[in-house]
């Protein structure tokens, strides 16, 4: 393996797609399993995007390159949105459209970080976050969070693990894993201290249209934000579309100029089909995902309740996403717990030690598209699994 580089090797690869192959597994020798596993909403895409899609296969300019940094008229709509719903002020010079959220994080640590500099995470962390600053050569750096705090991370949790060699620091609010949303007094300060420091702070925002308890607060919407501020988004999550592979790099122009070299030499430009579909929708229908509010609450009560009932496992829930971020008491560790329950009882879930150290301990359940009656029999199943 020698011929390979050291930055790949070092490299990790996540248990989400080892547990899906042997749920496929499973599955295919017969067993109803139950996945509370992957990250994805259970509803269809807006049917604006579908029928923007359908409309764009008879325009000969969607099968061709677009620019590299997007359509004029999706980035144009972006601001629109986001100065009209999240007091963000951007122009479309400010934004750079993507293949999906974790292209645009591989981008911001392309362009901001140099081999060796340090990025501290609140932790528990989205394993791919911490894969790609390890891809870039640089050196991650856990900041654990609380879970008496609920895993809202603040900035004394994240001012301790800076060093000289700091140079961003990374949130994700709503928190994939756990939910937790930082609320804005709380992010306006980090974003301050931060830029008086010089370091640049990397928002992870895939599930801004995932707050249940009330309004998604962006780090671009505080003051200054262009001084400091990267903002990762997606519509994977807002619009049910994860396969159609579109996100955006938001930050201060400036920022963008130079992402754009390493934007070319990725993929050069997003999918373009993709970028017309999500301009309808974005368009038409931008809180698309609040329709479904109502049921995602009700399922997380479910999950709450069923929870409750299992000794051994404590959740509180948090205010946005879909996941649950579990405590367990068994003897094995999360990974090995993980693999057990899905061969005992083909239930899906995922090792908390996935997102940090500080996961460890915890497994992650996602509800996004599991309904009520499967996830009440999940609980069951856990039950009787905790109980032998």
């Known amino acids: 393996m020698s011929d ?3 930055r790949a090797r070092a490299l990790v690869i996540p248990p989400f797609d080892v547990l899906n192959q042997q ?3 499973l599955r295919q020798a ?4 139950l996945s509370l596993g992957q990250a994805v909403p259970g509803f269809p895409p807006p049917k604006a995007a579908v029928d923007a899609a359908r409309r764009a296969l008879e325009d000969p300019d969607v099968h061709r390159y677009s620019a590299d940094a997007g359509l004029p008229s999706l980035r144009e709509g972006l601001c629109d949105r986001l100065r009209e719903h999240l007091h963000v002020d951007a122009s479309p010079d400010d934004v750079i459209v993507t293949a999906g959220g974790n292209q ?3 981008l911001a640590v392309l362009t901001l970080l140099d081999p060796g500099d340090h990025v501290v995470l609140a932790a ?3 394993v791919n976050h911490e894969m790609a600053i390890r891809a870039a050569g640089a050196v991650p750096i856990e900041a654990p969070v609380s879970e008496r705090s609920g895993f809202r991370a603040s900035w004394d949790d994240l001012e301790r693990h800076l060093t000289p060699k700091t140079r961003a620091l990374v949130l994700c609010t709503p928190s994939n894993p756990t939910g937790a949303v930082i609320q804005r007094d709380e992010l306006d300060r980090i974003v301050f201290e931060a830029a008086s420091r010089g370091i640049r702070v990397i928002s992870d925002e895939t599930y801004m249209h995932f707050v249940f308890d009330g309004e998604h ?4 919407s505080s003051r200054a934000w262009a001084d400091n501020v990267i903002v990762v988004g997606t519509f994977s999550k807002s619009f049910a579309m994860t396969g159609w592979r579109v996100g955006y790099l938001l930050a201060d122009s400036r920022v963008c100029e130079q992402a754009i070299k390493i934007q070319d030499a990725m993929i050069i430009c997003a999918p373009v089909i993709s970028q017309r579909a999500v301009d309808a929708a974005i368009r038409e229908d931008w809180n698309y995902a609040i329709r479904f509010h109502d049921e995602l609450r009700t399922r997380r009560d479910v999950l709450r309740a069923g929870i409750a009932s299992i000794p051994g496992l404590h959740w509180e829930p948090t205010g946005g996403g879909f996941f649950a ?3 367990f008491r068994h003897h094995l560790g999360s990974h090995q717990l993980a693999a057990a329950i899905l061969e005992a009882i083909h239930v899906v879930t995922i090792p908390g030690n996935a997102f940090g150290e500080s996961g460890e301990g915890f497994l992650r359940l996602s509800y996004g598209a599991v309904g009520v009656n499967e996830l009440k029999e999940a609980c069951e199943r856990l039950r009787g699994f905790f109980a032998s």
């Open 4 to 6: 390979l580089s050291e």
């Open 325 to 327: 971020f579990v405590r």
């Open 104 to 106: 645009v994080f591989m």
């Open 23 to 25: 749920a496929a597994a």
């Open 124 to 126: 528990p962390y989205f």
């Open 30 to 33: 017969g067993h109803h399993v």
């Open 217 to 220: 607060a962006s780090a671009a």
